[in-house]
């Protein structure tokens, strides 16, 4: 199974920009940053003023991480604690064929769901490769979109099983003139 590799950096040291969302819920991670580094395979030694995490594939979505390889507008990485792991991932690899069917067209191509490693507390995140170059954008471009009573429901039970009493963190990672880093 594929890892990716996520290095955070409060200076210019990372090739994409990060943009950050929190949910709002009791701080947990203390995660931030200005810039990022993303590797799609084995990752070189941290440099010193890194924040390392590193991504496992839990569920492996019908594309896996090959959108994170393909040239994008950006990338969105989203970290939540779940309130049962091994049920939350059961649903998911229940719905991850019509989530990709239904938002590939929009712009959105999720790679997949990941246990995160380098945070205190067990989590999950689930990555997408984006067509849009920002959330701004993302958002703009999607702002009439009507979701099917199927696909609303799988989002709505997907954050009843997410453990919202701590914060969720969603980062835009848009590159800084250059591709998303894929060594393999």
Known sequence: MPDV?????????GSFAVAWK?????PWAG????TADLHLAAPPP????????????????PHGIRPL????????????????????????????????????????HPAGTFDVDGLPA???AELAAMDAPSRDAFEASTAD???????ASITAECRLLQDR???RYVLWLTPLGSEVQSEA
Request: negative net charge; proline residues 8%.
């Open 145 to 151: 979109l009507s979701l099917p009573d199927d696909i």
């Open 69 to 108: 390889r393909e040239s994008h507008g950006s990338i969105q990485v989203y970290i939540y604690r779940p309130i049962d792991r091994a049920e939350i991932l059961a649903f998911d690899r229940g719905v991850r064929v019509r989530y990709t069917e239904f938002f590939d067209p929009t712009g959105e």
């Open 165 to 167: 009493s701590w914060e």
């Open 46 to 61: 941290p440099k010193p003023e890194a924040r390392r995490l590193t991504f496992h594939e839990a569920v492996r979505y």
């Open 31 to 34: 995660l931030s940053g200005a």
């Open 122 to 124: 067990p989590c999950l």
């Open 22 to 26: 929190l949910g709002a819920g009791r």
């Open 5 to 13: 590799t996520l290095d955070l950096y409060e200076g210019p040291a």
